[in-house]
């Protein structure tokens, strides 16, 4: 699992889909359905991990992304 269409697919296969309009605000609202389904025990650890930290990282592109861009977020117009 190397990247957040992986980490999608795992949510997938809960039943969680995840679209809120902004790829920042997707990533913190998959940490916080992965919280809630290794708290629940649904998933391994090892799996929450990774997955946590594929989101880490990509939630960190995107503020990178932010700050280049003088803290406006990217329009998504689709």
């Known amino acids: 699992m190397h990247t957040l269409y992986d980490v999608q697919q795992v949510l997938k296969k809960f039943g969680i889909y995840v679209y809120v309009g902004k790829r920042i605000w997707d990533i ?3 940490a916080i359905e992965l919280d809630r389904l290794y708290h629940e025990q649904v998933i391994d650890q090892a799996t929450f ?8 990282r990509e939630h960190k592109i995107e503020e990178q ?3 280049k861009d003088n803290g406006k977020p990217k329009v998504n117009w689709n």
């Open 28 to 30: 913190e609202l998959m």
């Open 49 to 56: 991990i990774t997955c946590k930290l594929v989101l880490n």
């Open 65 to 67: 992304g932010m700050k």
